[in-house]
C-alpha cells in the first residue's frame, strides 16, 4: 500500500491532488499536514478527510518534532510538498514569511525523509535509500522570472531569474531539493506548472476574485492595463501530471506543465464576465448567487450591469513579470501526460462550481 505525506493538502492545489488519490487508487492512505493559514481551509478536505483511508494533521512542515513524529507514524512511500506561502502580493509586504515557509518548512521536510528512508551506506558513502521512495516539490514556472511578449518559452533548462520574494522563496526551496540529490542521491523530483485555476481556488487569485466580485456588483481590480499574459492550467489536469511525474518520472528530474492556454489578464476577465452573464441568462437558479438586485419592481430581469464597466485598471504591481510560458514537450515525450481540458471549458466548469459553492466560498473568505 502506498502511503502518501501530502503536506498543504487543504489547500488549492494539494486539496485537488487529494482527491484525485483517493478517486483514482483504492488500496492507499493519505496523511494531509496542513497548518490552515488564511489559504489552507479544513472545509475544502472534510468530506476527504471522513475516509478511512485519510487523516488529517493540522501542524506548521518547519515543526520538526511534528514532522519526525509522522515519518516515524506512518511509512511514507511519497512526500509531495505543496505547502507554501504562494500570493506574490503577500510576498511583497512580508518577504521574511516565505523565507521561512517555503526555504526552511522544505528543507525541514527533506531533512525527515532523508533520516527516514536511508538504510545504511554504499562503497563510495552516499546514503542507500529505501526502494521506492520519492520527495515531490511543487514549484512555479515564476522562478524563471519573465518572458518578454514574443515567441520564447521556459524549458526546464532556463537559468533561474525570479524576479519577486515569493519565487525568489520558491527557487530557493528548488535549489534545496536539487542539493539533497546530487549531496545524498536522494531520489527527488521537481515540478513547475504554469497558472492554475479550477474548483477551491482562494478568492483573492484573479480569477475566483473576479467571479466573486462580480456576483457581489463589486468593481473588478486589474493591474495596469491588464497586459500581462499568463499560461492557464486547469487544476485537475496539473494534479494528473503530478500523479505521473511521482510515478514514472525520472529521479533528480525537473519538469514543467503547461496548459498550452496563453491570455492576457484582460482577457481573462472579460471572458468570466461574459460566461457569468450567459449563465445567469440561461440558468435561473444561478440568479440566487447574485448579491445586487436583479428584478425590476415589476418583475423584468436586470442583469445588464454584468459587462466591462465593471473592469478597473489599477496600479501595477511592483516588478510585475510581464509574460510566463511553459514548453512541456519533456513531460509530453518522456511520460505521455498531456493537459485535457481546454481554457473556455474549464472556465465554464470553474464558474459553474463556485456558483454551486458559495458556502464554502463565504466560509474562507471568513478567515
Known sequence: MNVYLVTGGAGFIGANFVKLLLTKYRDIKVVILDALTYAGNIKTVE??????????????????????????????????????????????????????????????????????WTTGKDNDGYPQWLNGVRFHQVSTDEVYGSLESDNSFFEETTPI???????????????????????YKMPVSITRCSNNYGPYHFP??????????????????VYGQGANIR?????????????????HGRRG?????????????????????????????EKPA???????KIYSDDGQLLIDWINDDLITFVQDRLGHDLRYAINPDKIYKELGWKPETSFNEGIQKTVQWFLDNQEWVEAVSEK
Open 286 to 292: 444561478c440568479r440566487a448567487t447574485l448579491k445586487k
Open 161 to 183: 531569474d525570479p524576479r519577486s520574494p515569493y519565487s525568489a522563496s520558491k527557487a530557493s526551496a528548488d535549489m534545496f531539493v536539487n542539493a539533497y540529490a546530487e549531496t
Open 253 to 281: 528530474e525537473v519538469y514543467n506543465i503547461g496548459g498550452n492556454n496563453e491570455m492576457k489578464n484582460i482577457d481573462i476577465v472579460k471572458l468570466i464576465i461574459r460566461t457569468i452573464r450567459n449563465i445567469m441568462e
Open 47 to 116: 468530506d476527504d478527510i471522513r475516509d478511512e483511508r485519510c487523516d488529517f494533521v493540522h501542524g506548521d512542515i518547519c515543526n520538526r518534532e511534528l514532522v519526525k513524529s509522522l515519518f516515524e507514524k506512518h511509512n511514507f512511500n511519497f512526500v509531495v510538498n505543496f505547502a507554501a506561502e504562494s500570493h506574490v502580493d503577500r510576498s511583497i509586504d512580508n518577504p521574511q514569511l516565505f523565507l521561512i515557509t517555503n526555504i526552511l518548512g522544505t528543507q525541514n521536510l527533506l531533512d525527515a525523509a532523508r533520516h527516514a
Open 231 to 247: 499560461d492557464w492550467l486547469y487544476v485537475e489536469d496539473h494534479c494528473k501530471a503530478i500523479d505521473t511525474v511521482i510515478h
Open 204 to 221: 483573492e487569485k484573479l480569477i475566483p476574485l473576479v467571479i466573486k466580485n462580480i456576483l457581489e456588483g463589486k468593481q473588478l481590480p
